[in-house]
T-cell receptor, first 113, second 116 residues
Framework: AQSVTQLDSQVPVFEEAPVELRCNYS??????LFWYVQYPNQGLQLLLK??????LVESINGFEAEFNKSQTSFHLRKPSVHISDTAEYFC???????????FGTGTSLTVIP | EAGVAQSPRYKIIEKRQSVAFWCNPI?????LYWYQQILGQGPKLLIQ????????DSQLPKDRFSAERLKGVDSTLKIQPAKLEDSAVYLC??????????????FGQGTRLTVV
């Protein structure tokens, strides 16, 4: 079965500390991977994506994620978080055989001053 | 470029009533999705359209939910009759066809439905 799992439902972290949000998937076909961020009372915004090529992808606000095919993971990292990074983060998978997007259950990141 | 538009933003109805949500995707996006996001959970795909045809509606509760995209642009999602467990945010998204380098889903702000 194909699925996407976010292992941590809540991650509290102090401001300026590093953070990693974990995402694993299972699939028998090649995948495209995405991280979306959702601020309170708003829709989802794309943070970064992996389609092909370099396995390390970066966003404009300092987040990065690395596609690891052998471990079927796409963990999101940031070396130093800010208060404004407090939000819900969703990992999403789209399989190459279709155009659907399937989401994990989300990780609530809370940055503590 | 204009984003995905949804209306209304908020809706409160009593159980057993009916409700409809509207979505206008990004111009040129042939694929349109409706997701249900229950509080504390990730978005769950309800239905996917390619132009005005249904690609996937396997998770749509067809006894009470219906959706249409008559002219391949705007879409309407309807619930009739509503149940308490339908309380959620309903998100509409659109995307370009597979193969485009911009092949991600773009989301609207959602409609928050409360069934009392």
């Amino acid at each position: 079965a194909q699925s996407v799992t976010q292992l941590d439902s809540q991650v509290p972290v102090f401001e300026e500390a590093p953070v990693e949000l974990r995402c694993n998937y299972s699939s028998s076909v090649s995948v495209y991977l995405f991280w979306y961020v959702q601020y309170p009372n708003q829709g989802l915004q794309l943070l970064l994506k992996y389609l092909s090529g370099s396995t390390l992808v970066e966003s404009i606000n300092g987040f990065e994620a690395e596609f690891n095919k052998s471990q079927t993971s796409f963990h999101l990292r940031k070396p130093s978080v800010h208060i404004s990074d407090t939000a819900e983060y969703f990992c999403a998978v789209s399989w190459s055989t279709g155009n659907q997007f399937y989401f994990g259950t989300g990780t609530s990141l809370t940055v503590i001053p | 470029e204009a984003g995905v538009a949804q209306s209304p933003r908020y809706k409160i109805i009593e159980k057993r009533q009916s409700v409809a949500f509207w979505c206008n995707p990004i111009s040129g996006h042939a694929t349109l999705y409706w997701y249900q996001q229950i509080l504390g959970q990730g978005p769950k795909l309800l239905i996917q359209f390619q132009n005005n045809g249904v690609v996937d509606d396997s998770q749509l509760p067809k006894d009470r939910f219906s959706a249409e995209r008559l002219k391949g642009v705007d879409s309407t999602l309807k619930i009739q009759p509503a149940k308490l467990e339908d309380s959620a945010v309903y998100l509409c998204a659109s995307s370009l066809p597979r193969g485009s380098m911009n092949t991600e889903a773009f989301f609207g702000q959602g409609t928050r439905l409360t069934v009392v």
